[in-house]
Nanobody
Framework: QVQLVESGGGLVQAGGSLRLACAAS????????TGWFRQAPGKEREFVAA????????WYADSVKGRFTISRDNAKNTVYLQMNSLKPEDTAVYYC???????????????WGQGTQVTVSS
């Protein structure tokens, strides 16, 4: 079992930045690939970014490429999502997820956090 807790969400103006953190406890976190997903009201959960177990490979949705950066610190059992140049359309609840395999499909992930709200005002 892996428990995930997100933090760092909040209200920010368009063009601003936020850094989300996903802290893991339980089994060795370095065994798990990790992804960030988001869900806006009335929309399906969508892929944002993912990172391999070692942190050596990352993937991004086209909508956030060049603005968001995913990273991890396995010594601290934490994955980060640095979000720059935020837009109102980035407003959503952001979730981190972990699994033995990396994917941009949410159904692949076995472990999920409770989510953190990000609101970007125009």
């Amino acid at each position: 079992q892996v428990q995930l807790v997100e933090s760092g969400g909040g209200l920010v103006q368009a063009g601003g930045s936020l850094r989300l953190a996903c802290a893991a406890s339980g089994r060795t976190f370095s065994r798990y690939a990790t992804g960030w997903f988001r869900q806006a009201p009335g929309k399906e959960r969508e892929f944002v970014a993912a990172i391999s177990r070692s942190g050596g490979t990352t993937w991004y949705a086209d909508s956030v490429k060049g603005r968001f950066t995913i990273s991890r610190d396995n010594a601290k059992n934490t994955v980060y999502l640095q979000m720059n140049s935020l837009k109102p359309e980035d407003t959503a609840v952001y979730y981190c997820a972990a699994d033995g395999s990396v994917s941009d499909y949410p159904n692949v992930y076995d472990y999920w956090g409770q989510g953190t709200q990000v609101t970007v005002s125009s």
